[in-house]
């Protein structure tokens, strides 16, 4: 079946702009996750929805970004005001059941944002 | 907070040597463990978990062994392939009841034929 997918694949921005990233999990999967991949930092959470809310946005860096899921699904990531330090890849990943500890996460391919 | 930290690479191995990536954690209570691979232009991918001390989780010829009393987790392969080529990534489910995953900063293993 249909995976975790993300769009676009590729984003190049200039600073200050703003960006939305799109993901579309696991037709089903109730949990859905958001993850940056960047150099020196490796993987690092941002936020975690639980249906279409979201219960832990710990690892949102600044108040420059934020999230939406609606319809218990497909889910945007934005990026106000875009800093070259934000240049990274996003990963969304998606999981059948809310919070639970041994339930495999399933990731897309990612979309890799370059700020100019 | 919880944590994970494994050995820097990159690794460099000719085929059918002996793999060990190391995996050490830190956490409050009795997180599952687990060990992801990136393969290159793909995108993450489970390799292999364990949810409590003592239990070994295996997959395509790779292993590793949640060991509590030494907060570890290393993933093992007994005789590497050109194709086990990758980005290896432990991980926790941490202290949170969300699910959310803590990762390590990734050890890049080459092998070469």
């Known amino acids: 079946g249909a995976g975790v997918s993300q769009s676009p694949s590729n984003k190049v921005t200039e600073k200050g702009k703003d960006v939305e990233l799109r993901c579309d999990p696991i037709?089903?999967?109730?949990?859905l996750y958001w993850y940056r991949q960047s150099l020196g930092q490796g993987l690092e959470f941002l936020i975690y929805?639980?249906?279409?809310?979201?219960?832990?946005k710990s690892g949102l860096p600044s108040d420059r970004f934020s999230a939406e899921r609606t319809g218990g699904s497909v889910s945007t990531l934005t990026i106000q005001r875009t800093q070259q330090e934000d240049s990274a890849v996003y990963l969304c990943?998606?999981?059948?059941?809310?919070?639970?500890?041994?339930?495999?996460?399933?990731f897309g391919p990612g979309t890799r944002l370059t700020v100019l | 907070g919880d944590s994970v930290t494994q050995m820097e690479g990159p690794v460099t191995l000719s085929e059918e040597a002996f793999l060990t990536i190391n995996c050490t954690y830190t956490a409050t209570g009795y997180p599952s463990l687990f060990w992801y691979v990136q393969y290159p232009g793909e995108g993450l991918q489970l390799l292999l978990k364990a949810t409590k001390a003592d239990d070994k989780g295996s997959n395509k010829g790779f292993e590793a062994t949640y060991r509590k009393e030494t907060t570890s987790f290393h993933l093992e392969k007994g005789s590497v392939q050109v194709s086990d080529s990758a980005v290896y990534f432990c991980?926790?489910?941490?202290?949170?009841?969300?699910?959310?995953?803590?990762f390590g900063q990734g050890t890049t293993l080459q092998v070469k034929p």
């Open positions: 990943a998606s999981s059948p059941v809310a919070g639970g500890k041994w339930n495999e996460q399933f």
């Open positions: 929805f639980q249906g279409n809310s979201a219960p832990d």
């Open positions: 037709s089903g999967h109730t949990a």
């Open positions: 991980a926790l489910h941490g202290s949170s009841n969300t699910g959310k995953l803590i």
